[in-house]
């Protein structure tokens, strides 16, 4: 969007040229710039690009422009875009202030059609008859994205599903409701996009929502206590990804013929889900499941045969990866994390039995393992190389990239490490990360920054990355074929220091 309006004011430049101006009592002579006469639908349309706030700016130089503004169809109110996010008042103040700026705005836009309203709201002690005015104004016919985010604690409201469901909101295509009653009786037939977090919505009334609304594509779910029992209709055969986080459901049933991407609790993938054939991607969180890892290779392949994106955690493993003879024949990315908040991940398992899991993708391009832990309780490498492990030669024709990030001198993970790069016959690149950080699997600690910026870590993860380091330079350096790039990540030298 930014490319186009620079590409129009840029149009616009070229084209101006300058006019005297004579007449003055004084004799001065003023110089103005006239643009080239464009039809007002141009004009509007390029008006309508800009950011809220710059819109508001560009209303203040000509009557033309702030009709334009009155006229602006898509209003997004948050503390950024009012101006507030480094606002040095209290914040009683700014809350007063952030409501008198939306609700002068939306008076302005009373009788204007618009398209998208997005209020993120951070005051917990307004009245709520504020809101209820706002959405009367924006909730008209060719509305088509409506996006209403409360705050965490101090308000409790309902939306009020009669300005939705009594025609205004046909033309709905995506909505967002974070924090608040939602109770709907039917559908909205053009509705795409369905996001709902910590909303107080019962099973059956979502249930009257999904049944009439043939269109959607995308449904979310997060943090919805009052959901016991979601059952997705046969009749959404649009409907293409779905997501189902901390729910408290104890049925999921699936009908709708063309799901393609799932993602769910580690609790919910075992429940009788329905139709998943047509899943290719496929998004498991287990943090609070223990022995998943063992379960997704014994269980998924015959669940969701079809897949091709995995993605998987577990909070601990007692069990190593088991060999089953059913296998995952169209998986080409495998991602699978072990989270431990505090604490070292299960000095039980075994991080070279992920061997088997491999070997039961025979496509794989993409494998990515994270280790989230403050401790290594498992046995660590010492020793000549020539004492690890093997498997039975295997050949990984297809992996090209291999991400450990968390690698730590584990002997068994460093046997897993030298057991891919001696049978990845089409390895490209191997990233080992000593530090498992939000910093995101591309982040380049080595660049020159401040002390401080880089996300803190445990000072015992620090000292296990430098024993990691040691373990890749004496176990596996050695083993990296010259046609495969290895990329080591350090901890930063100014931010990761143990004194």
């Not at 690009?49 to 130089?61: E, N, Q, S, Y």
């Not at 993120?120 to 009367?136: A, E, G, I, T, V």
């Not at 994390?337 to 991940?345: H, N």
Request: hydrophobic content about 40%; aromatic content about 8%; some cysteine.
């Amino acid at each position: 969007m930014n490319d186009v309006l620079l590409a129009c004011f840029q149009w616009l430049k070229e084209r101006a040229h300058p006019v005297n101006k004579t007449g003055d009592p004084q004799g001065d002579k003023r110089i103005r710039y006239s643009v080239p006469e464009l039809p007002e639908e141009i004009w509007h349309n390029i008006h309508s690009l800009l950011p809220l706030p710059d819109a508001a700016r560009a209303g203040c130089v000509s009557r033309t422009f702030l009709n334009f503004w009155r006229c602006h169809p898509y209003l997004i109110f948050s503390r950024e875009t009012l101006g507030l996010n480094g606002n040095a008042c209290g914040g009683s103040k700014v809350a007063r202030i952030f409501i008198n700026r939306v609700d002068s705005i939306m008076r302005r836009h009373s009788g204007i059609g618009v398209k998208t309203f997005q209020l993120r709201c951070f005051c917990s002690d307004f009245n709520p008859s504020y809101l209820n005015r706002w959405l009367q104004i924006a909730i008209t016919p060719g509305i088509e994205k409506l996006e209403l985010r409360l705050p965490a604690s101090g308000m409790k409201y309902n939306f009020p599903c009669s300005l939705l469901f009594s025609g205004n909101g046909n033309s709905i295509r995506h909505l967002k409701l974070v924090r608040c009653g939602f109770h709907p009786t039917t559908g909205l037939g053009c509705l795409r996009t369905l996001f709902l977090s910590q909303v107080n919505i019962s099973g059956d009334q979502l249930g009257y929502l999904l049944s009439n609304s043939l269109a959607l594509e995308k449904l979310y779910l997060s943090h919805c206590k009052k959901i016991i029992c979601l059952k997705i209709p046969w009749l959404l055969h649009r409907l293409s990804s779905l997501t189902v986080l901390d729910c408290a459901l104890e049925v999921l049933e699936n009908k709708a013929p063309n799901l393609r991407k799932v993602c769910v609790d580690g609790a919910l993938i075992k429940l009788p889900l329905g139709d998943l054939l047509q899943v290719r991607d496929l998004t498991v969180f287990g943090e609070r499941e223990c022995n998943f890892v063992h379960y997704a290779r014994a269980k998924l392949p015959s669940i969701v045969p079809n897949l091709e994106t995995l993605s998987i955690s577990s909070a601990s493993e007692m069990f190593s990866t088991p060999i089953v003879p059913v296998k995952f024949l169209h998986l080409k990315s495998l991602r699978i994390t072990f989270d431990v908040a505090l604490g070292a991940f299960s000095p039980a398992y075994d991080y070279f039995s992920l061997a088997c899991f491999l070997d039961a993708c025979p496509v794989l391009e993409t494998f990515k393992l994270h280790v989230s832990q403050t401790r290594v309780k498992h046995d660590l490498i010492s020793g000549d190389s020539l004492h690890l492990r093997q498997m039975p030669e295997q050949c990984y024709g297809n992996i090209k990239n291999v991400k450990i990030i968390g690698f730590c001198s584990a002997k068994s993970m460093v046997e897993l490490t030298c057991h891919i790069l001696e049978n990845a016959t089409s390895l490209e690149c191997l990233t080992l990360d000593t530090i498992c950080d939000n910093w995101g699997e591309h982040a380049d600690r080595t660049r020159v920054h401040k002390i401080g910026e880089c996300f803190r870590v445990d000072k015992q993860m620090i000292r296990e990355a430098l024993k990691g380091l040691v373990a890749i330079e004496r176990y596996v350096v050695g083993k990296v074929p010259p046609t495969v790039k290895l990329n080591v990540k350090k901890p930063c030298n100014l931010c990761h220091v143990v004194k």
